[in-house]
């Protein structure tokens, strides 16, 4: 896809010569019921261009109306990353002609950002914590989408034609943007994803976003850029657009690292461009050459008026923003008794909140744990998906518990009912009953089966009574067989154990 030919200095090398600037943008989308400035509906996935009207395809005449609703959560985010909240904020016009932007301007705030000056802790994987800085918050509108057909990959090189989707156009936004973050040094990458991972943790505990990053509700841009070790100004830095993972916005930073490394050693300078980062091999290729702030002859939106917030509105918000995610992990670390690293891969494999879900549906702490980190964690990997996208919810779990505490599946009957539910096949009780997977509690079935077995092997009978009593081991099995898993095997052997007595 890229060229081959881009040069990539060894990261070690990198880090010996440079030292990294970055800069991360992140858009999340709001999840309002309808968009920033019409009473469209912001359903993703819905048919294309069924969601719109003349406000949001821009047709003349038409005017905006803010949503209160998303407001409310621009202010919320702002308060939980420690911004100040500015009393009067206005929109403004970002002009540019794109097809996805119907009107060909964007409406978003410019100089009078809603949210200002605030900052993020972020834990780095040894425990050590980062303070990223803030430097705004502010709302704006989603563009449409366009699909390129006909092209390779679907990009609009090589197509044919191009479709246009509006239902997009207009959905709220908010960009959070960090001020340089400087001195990371060759954690750089690290930082990256623990900030993005620490911002959609917490702007998915405000419930102010679906933080997708697969669906594009959060998309994240990496600006970076590097200084020489003796230099005292920041070097030119290459934004690389929509980096649509976690893992990809560490690779991302690094890949841009031993590029630019390479660049700057081979004498040659950076160039000030946008970049498409790859998912499939993880590299970037360049985009358009960056406008300036000039470019887009910003000016105030005269079809909205400030944005005046209340100061006893900001103040009631304030006390809506719930337990910060990482003070509840603390505290949840606390109740369930568990190393720092335990918890550590519990959260690194995103199960922390799987867990407690299940615990509040009724199960204990440690079986809910050991189902999650084992069982479904190896699920989830066959499966290639992560432990949360997993066609199973934390209160069917806590069901299967259930039912094996109650002694009506073993543990593997309740992997089978749980693997059924991963297929789809329904409900935990539903699947028990059709398929008829309970354990056997009814002697006499289990006594025809052993007695079944044991005459079909005389000789391992004639060794069990004759004192042997580990051959009841190849009885037990049998039995289990027969009976399909379903009978408790501690409960057959003292069957089989009697009947040779
Ligand atoms: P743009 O409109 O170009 O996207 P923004 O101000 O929205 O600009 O975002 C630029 C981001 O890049 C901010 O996070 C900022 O801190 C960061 N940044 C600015 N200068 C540099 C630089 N030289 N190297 C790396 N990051 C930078
Ligand atoms: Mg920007
Ligand atoms: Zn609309």
Redesign the pocket.
């Known amino acids: 896809m890229t060229a081959a030919a881009t040069e990539l200095l060894d990261y070690d090398e990198v880090i010996a010569e440079f030292d990294p600037?970055?800069?991360?943008?992140v858009h999340v989308e709001l999840c309002t019921a309808t968009k920033m400035f019409c009473g469209c509906p912001t359903a993703f996935g819905a048919e294309p261009n069924t969601q719109v009207c003349p406000v949001c395809i821009g047709l003349p005449g038409s005017l905006p109306v803010a949503n209160a609703k998303a407001i409310e959560s621009a202010i919320r985010i702002g308060l939980a990353l420690n911004c100040s909240i500015r009393p009067s904020s206005v929109f403004a016009r970002k002009n540019y002609f794109y097809p996805d932007q119907p009107k060909n301007y964007q409406i978003s705030q410019y100089d009078e950002p809603i949210a200002y000056d605030g900052h993020l802790d972020v834990v780095l994987a040894d425990g050590t914590q980062w303070r990223v800085e803030i430097?705004r918050a502010h709302m704006e509108e989603d563009t449409g989408k366009s699909l390129h057909i006909g092209g390779a990959t679907g990009r609009i090189h090589g197509a044919s034609h191009s479709l246009l989707d509006y239902n997009r156009a207009g959905v709220p936004l908010v960009?959070i943007?960090?001020?340089?973050?400087v001195g990371a040094g060759d954690r750089a990458p690290e930082v990256a994803r623990a900030y993005v991972t620490a911002l959609r943790d917490l702007l998915k505990a405000l419930d102010v976003s679906d933080v997708r990053m697969d669906q594009g509700s959060l998309r994240c841009?990496a600006?970076?850029?590097l200084m020489r070790k003796d230099a005292t100004e920041?070097?030119?830095?290459t934004?690389t657009k929509n980096v649509n993972s976690l893992k990809s916005v560490e690779i991302a930073v690094r890949y841009e690292m031993r590029r630019q490394a390479a660049v700057l050693l081979a004498g040659g300078e950076v160039v000030q461009e946008t970049r498409h980062f790859h998912e499939t091999d993880g590299t970037t290729s360049p985009g358009r050459r960056?406008?300036?702030?000039e470019d887009y002859r910003y000016f105030p939106e005269p079809d909205l008026p400030p944005v005046q917030p209340d100061s006893s509105w900001v103040a009631e918000l304030a006390t809506t923003l719930p337990e910060l995610p990482w003070v509840r992990r603390a505290r949840i670390q606390q109740e369930w008794g568990v190393s720092d690293e335990v918890m550590r891969d519990l959260v690194n494999v995103g199960a922390v909140d799987l867990i407690i879900a299940t615990v509040d549906a009724g199960a204990a702490p440690e079986a809910a744990r050991g189902w999650w980190v084992s069982f479904l964690a190896q699920q989830a990997n066959s499966r290639g998906v992560e432990l949360a996208d997993l066609a199973i919810t934390p209160a069917q779990v806590a069901e299967i518990i259930g039912l094996v505490d109650e002694g009506k599946l073993t543990t593997k009957l309740a992997q089978q009912v749980a693997t059924a539910v991963l297929d789809g096949e329904g409900e935990p009780a539903q699947i028990v009953a059709d398929r008829g997977l309970e354990v056997v509690r009814d002697d006499s079935a289990l006594q025809k089966a052993v007695d079944d077995a044991l005459a079909a092997n005389p000789d391992i009978a004639e060794k069990i009574r004759g004192g042997k009593v580990a051959a009841a081991g190849k009885i037990v099995g049998d039995v289990m067989k027969a009976t399909r898993g379903q009978a408790d095997p501690a409960r057959v052997k003292e069957l089989v154990l009697a009947a040779c007595s």
């Open positions: 600037v970055m800069g991360l943008e430097e960009e943007v960090t001020r340089p973050i841009d600006n970076l850029s920041f070097g030119t830095r934004e960056k406008e300036t702030a």
